[in-house]
């Protein structure tokens, strides 16, 4: 049974850090494309980052390039997703979700999927 499980949201001030994590069970992370979506109250699901199977290429979105890290621990079968200078618009709940293909920016290229962790950003 495939089962993916996000940890390491809260509350933290702008400009400051998280390091959310997406541990996988039930199959081998490192065979599939992970990645992290948000979807902030009102707002539509939107991908934040994807990691590839095999070659490990990253991706990441306009609005997070140069400030989020994603990264894969094959040991622990996890993927960690390293925040920094966090906005008040990076609030969002958080999701990651599993394809064994390739990365995607459409959330409905995605099967598995996380029961997501919160972020919040404010002062």
């Known amino acids: 049974q495939v089962q993916l499980v996000e940890s390491g949201g809260g509350l933290v001030q702008p400009g400051g850090s998280l390091r959310l994590s997406c541990a996988a069970s039930g199959f081998n992370l490192g065979y599939y494309a992970i990645a992290w979506f948000r979807q902030a109250p009102g707002k539509e699901r939107e991908g934040v980052s994807c990691?590839?199977?095999?070659?490990?290429?990253?991706s990441y979105a306009d609005s997070v390039k140069a400030r989020f890290t994603i990264s894969r621990d094959n040991a622990k079968n996890t993927v960690y997703l390293q925040m920094n200078s966090l906005k008040p618009e990076d609030t969002a709940v958080y999701y990651c979700?599993?394809?064994?293909?390739?990365?995607?920016?459409?959330?409905?290229?995605?099967?598995?999927w996380g029961q997501g962790t919160q972020v919040t950003v404010s002062s």
């Open positions: 990691i590839s199977p095999r070659d490990g290429s990253t």
């Open positions: 979700a599993a394809d064994p293909l390739r990365c995607s920016w459409s959330r409905y290229d995605f099967g598995s």
